[in-house]
């Protein structure tokens, strides 16, 4: 994956973990194709907006693997640009998976019902997740997914990926 963790990882007080990843940071299926992404400009802090697909995939991975036995929520931070009808009838697939051979861990989410303009996280409550004490492989590897529907969709808006380690 050639996403890379914001640089600065975040450590607060209770020295939990937090990586924040910026669109440019993601691996975004047909991000180089001006016709399906508006992608923001090299070095600003704007969304990613979904022009028009019907693949919809977007990858990321930490800079680096995570300790065994702590927990951690995925979350994606989202916005619609405009109304689009696909949304209501077809969910997004969020994964996140513990090292290549790690399980998967799948939300469905229904974003048919989001406001436009509002900044929302999904999923609700967040997707959580713990490392295994005996995995090989502790690298995370996530991503947000609409891929089986057929139908050509637009108007997302990908503001940025959260992973944080949680208290336990």
Known sequence: MSGAADPAEEKDA????????????????WDDDSKYWK??????????????????EIN????KPLPKGKKYALSFKISMAHYDPVWRTYPVYM???????????????????????????IPSGKLRFTVPEKAKDT???????ELW????????????????????
């Open 139 to 145: 690298t995370l590897f996530f991503g947000l997914y």
């Open 95 to 121: 994964l996140a998976k513990v090292g290549k051979k790690g399980t998967s861990n799948w939300e469905k989410i229904n974003l048919g019902d989001m406001s436009f303009g509002d900044i929302i996280e």
């Open 39 to 56: 992608m923001p400009e090299e070095g600003t802090d704007g969304p990613a907006e979904l022009l028009k697909v019907v693949w919809l």
């Open 14 to 29: 209770k020295d939990e973990v937090r990586w924040r990843f910026k669109p440019r940071q993601l691996v975004i299926t």
């Open 60 to 63: 990321g991975s930490t800079p």
């Open 149 to 168: 529907s057929g139908e050509w969709k637009k108007g997302l808006r990908i503001h940025e990926a959260v992973v944080e380690e949680m208290p336990n």
